[in-house]
Each structure stands twice: as structure tokens, then as C-alpha cells.
């Protein structure tokens, strides 16, 4: 089974989509798509679906849905999943434990867990100076998102959760994509994408960073100037605060034309790093 949670969520079996299209089965299907692999207990799926406020038919409408789910799952099998090696057909694959359920994807694949390999991959080559390979891992987990996760699905207290997490870690992995970037020497290229990012996350002072110093690499000093007035009059109207010290350091030293800030791929380049090599 092959399964798309970063964007829409999707599920496939060699190739024949599992077409499921009541709300809360999708629900229950996604949050075992979610845990592929590992029991997902009664409880949390309870959770899950109705919150704080179940009803008295809990085990039977959990059931009801947990039977949809396995129809889904043997219309795109196609027969009894014999001819598939699934002896106990769609019971193979959504299989019932002690306690939960649990989505066995026999070999196939989550987006989520491949995102997260390559990321870690990308993470790896960062720490080791290997700029174009960082850069290129972190391209290819990005490019296996096609919009905010579980987009398509109402998240209840516990899919929220998890995806807010891919979500926030999509973001960091974009930061890291982008830093790897800016040590090649890509700032031309680098300013639109940054410009787009800083004027969606307005109070988010790693972007602005960024887009400072990228701004400074090509020749544009006072729009880097400009981008960080912006940036304080944003966190003062809104949160009440000052940029962090790293963002003040970082506009000392466009102010200076800090040497420091020229590409050097023996320093580390944005703002809390250069705090870091003072």
C-alpha cells in the first residue's frame, strides 16, 4: 500500500486508489495511515473521531467504520487479496489487535516516512559541508509535498497534532534547504523565494534572516535595511517584542558591511550562526 499524507490524503494498492469518502472513516483510516505499522489503540481512534463526547454506540459505529475501511481496501485488491499473497484478503492489511487496530502496508510505502528519511539524510550532509548534497536531499523530501498535510481530511485533537508536526517540520527542512543555498552562493535565485516566504510569515525571524542576508550578497543593502524595520515594526504591533539578538547582530553588521557576512563556506551564514562564530 502506497500512502500520501503531505497534501491530500491518499491510498493506493499497486496502483488502485482506496476510495473512501465519509468523513469520519477517513478519519479512523488516516490516523492508522498516520501510525502504519503499530497498533493504534481503541482509545486514540475514539479520540480521534468523536473527542470528548462519544456516543453510547462507540464499539459498534468504531467497528461499522473499521468495516468500511476494509471494503475500501478489498475493492482495490480486486478479488480476496489471495492473488495479491493476502491470504485473509483486506483483514491482511488492516489487522485487528488486542486492544486497537493496526495498517500493515506489506512493503509499501508512507510519504511521511520517506520525507523524514531524506530529511535526515540532508541533515546529515549539512553538518558534514556537503552543501550540494544537503541542498538536493532537502529538494527531493520537499518535493513529496503538494500542500498543508492531511489538507483534505477534518482533523480531530490527535491528526491536528500530528499534522502540525509535518507541517512545522516541512518548514525547518525549507529553512535548512535554504541554507544550504545560500553556502553555495545561490542568493540571486534565493531573494524571490525568501521575499514570498517573509511576506506569508511575517514574524518569522529565521525567513527574515535569511532574506536579509540574501538581499546583502546581491548588492541591495538597504532593501536587507528595509526588510528588517519591517520585521521589528511586525513583532512590536503584534507581540510586543524586540527582534532576538541574533537579528540585531545580523543588522549591526549590514549596517557595518561586515566581512562576515561575504560568502565563506568555512563560516557558518545566517544570524544565529554568526552570533555562534563571534
Not at 514570498?196 to 546583502?216: D, K, N
Not at 521589528?232 to 549591526?252: A, F, I, M
Not at 544570524?271 to 563571534?278: E, I, M, S, T
Request: with cysteine; charged share 20%.
Amino acid at each position: 500500500m502506497e500512502i500520501s499524507v503531505l497534501g491530500p490524503f491518499r491510498a493506493t494498492l499497486a496502483g488502485v486508489p482506496v476510495h473512501l469518502t465519509a468523513v469520519k472513516p477517513r478519519k479512523v483510516f488516516a490516523l492508522l495511515a498516520l501510525q502504519a505499522g503499530e497498533v493504534v489503540s481503541v482509545a486514540a481512534l475514539v479520540e480521534e473521531v468523536w473527542g470528548e463526547h462519544p456516543p453510547r454506540s462507540l464499539q459498534t459505529t468504531l467497528q461499522t467504520y473499521i468495516l468500511q475501511i476494509r471494503n475500501a481496501i478489498a475493492a482495490a485488491l480486486g478479488d480476496d487479496g489471495t492473488g495479491a499473497g493476502l491470504p485473509n484478503g483486506a483483514k491482511s492489511i488492516l489487522v485487528t489487535e488486542p486492544g486497537g487496530y493496526r495498517l500493515d502496508v506489506h512493503g509499501g510505502m508512507l510519504d511521511a516516512h520517506e520525507f523524514d528519511a531524506l530529511s535526515s539524510a540532508g541533515h546529515r550532509a549539512l553538518d558534514q559541508g556537503d552543501w550540494a548534497g544537503a541542498s538536493a536531499y532537502f529538494r527531493r523530501a520537499l518535493s513529496l509535498w503538494h500542500g498543508r498535510a492531511l489538507v483534505d481530511v477534518p482533523c480531530g485533537a490527535l491528526l491536528e497534532v500530528e499534522a502540525t508536526r509535518l507541517d512545522q517540520s516541512r518548514m525547518s527542512v525549507l529553512q535548512r534547504r535554504i541554507e544550504a543555498d545560500l553556502r553555495l552562493g545561490r542568493h540571486h535565485e534565493l531573494v524571490g523565494e525568501l521575499s514570498g516566504l517573509a511576506a506569508r510569515h511575517p514574524l518569522h525571524e529565521a525567513v527574515h534572516e535569511q532574506l536579509m542576508l540574501a538581499l546583502y550578497r546581491v548588492g541591495r543593502r538597504s532593501d536587507a535595511l528595509t526588510v528588517y524595520r519591517q520585521l521589528r515594526r511586525c513583532l512590536n504591533q503584534s507581540l510586543g517584542l524586540d527582534p532576538s539578538p541574533s537579528v540585531e547582530q545580523l543588522h549591526r553588521a549590514v549596517l557595518d558591511s561586515s566581512p562576515q557576512l561575504d560568502v565563506d563556506i568555512t563560516v557558518p551564514v545566517t544570524g544565529p550562526q554568526l552570533a555562534r562564530a563571534n
